[in-house]
């Protein structure tokens, strides 16, 4: 289900050979009014419940709220700092993403916890983005608000809230967001984040 041609598609401008999916997800702030049904959520997180994992220990765990659940709904949304709560009340849900600190078997610390979570949301992002769904991640949270609010246990570390979706109009946005909607996306070169031999050495690919 491609993303509807009215809507900024933003495609990523990389090298030849990148998979379609990943050259059109990207991070929108606008949504539109349109609701998630339950059966693509779980269908969304089914898609993460596969991603590999340390041990395949599985740390993540995910507390997601619909406009539907009004209550939790409010209370994820007052999670969010004031400049995230400015859009993303227009999904039509919201999710926070938490890792497990230790090893379920023995106890030691995972150390790898939270990079897990993060390809587990990874798949969800593309899942979505295969779907017509879009999802953004925010760092814009309040944590030890979160963690009070939805009593998540001290051995969970928080990674990121989550708005879900369809793309909106960029029109809907405050003024301030329509031009970062819009503006092209762009990378870090490769020659920047890959190296060989020593460190900061760009790899030769």
């Known amino acids: 289900m491609p993303i509807p041609e009215q809507l900024p598609q933003k495609l990523a401008p990389t090298d030849p050979g990148v998979h379609e999916l990943i050259r059109q997800r990207w991070s929108p702030r606008a949504f539109s009014d349109r609701e998630v049904?339950?059966?693509?959520?779980?269908?969304l997180f089914e898609a993460a419940e596969w991603a590999a994992s340390?041990?395949?220990?599985?740390?993540?765990?995910?507390?997601?709220?619909?406009?539907?659940d009004r209550q939790n709904w409010n209370k994820l949304l007052e999670c969010l700092v004031d400049a995230n709560q400015a859009w993303a009340r227009n999904a039509s849900a919201l999710m926070l993403t938490a890792a497990r600190r230790t090893f379920s078997q023995t106890g030691k610390p995972n150390y790898h916890a939270l990079h897990d979570t993060g390809m587990a949301l990874a798949h969800l992002m593309l899942q979505a983005t295969f779907m017509g769904l879009a999802a953004h991640a925010m760092a814009g949270f309040q944590h030890d608000k979160s963690r009070e609010a939805f009593s998540i246990p001290e051995d969970y570390d928080l990674g990121a809230a989550v708005a879900i979706g369809y793309p909106g109009d960029p029109a809907s946005l405050p003024p301030r967001l329509q031009a970062s909607e819009i503006a092209p996306r762009s990378r870090k070169p490769l020659s920047e984040v890959v190296f060989s031999g020593v460190w900061g050495q760009p790899a030769v690919l």
């Open 37 to 43: 049904s339950p059966q693509d959520l779980r269908v």
């Open 54 to 68: 340390s041990f395949n220990e599985q740390p993540w765990r995910f507390i997601v709220a619909t406009r539907a």
